[in-house]
């Protein structure tokens, strides 16, 4: 007695091995309150700067070190991107 296949050989695929979603970018507005600790911009490299009141974490995510208003601004003199609290 020979067995044979219900379904056709479905083949392979190359697709389908995309990489977790990292959810990075800006978490919060220009002008907003913050609390000491608070999270402001999670990005891969130094694309945002930190300025005073603000720290750096070993993955380039930027917090605040103290409460206080969040400023986004351009640094003409380093051609730079910097937040500062």
């Known amino acids: 007695q020979v067995r044979h296949a219900t379904k056709k050989a479905g083949g392979s695929t190359s697709n389908g091995r995309s990489s977790q979603p990292k959810h990075l970018g800006v978490k919060t507005g220009n002008g907003a309150r913050v609390q000491a600790g608070t999270v402001m911009v999670k990005q891969n490299g130094s694309t945002w ?37």
């Open 49 to 85: 700067h930190a300025g005073p009141g603000v720290g750096v974490a070993r993955d380039h995510t930027l917090f605040a070190l103290r409460a206080g208003r969040v400023a986004f601004r351009f640094d003409g003199v380093r051609q730079r991107r910097v937040v500062a609290v």
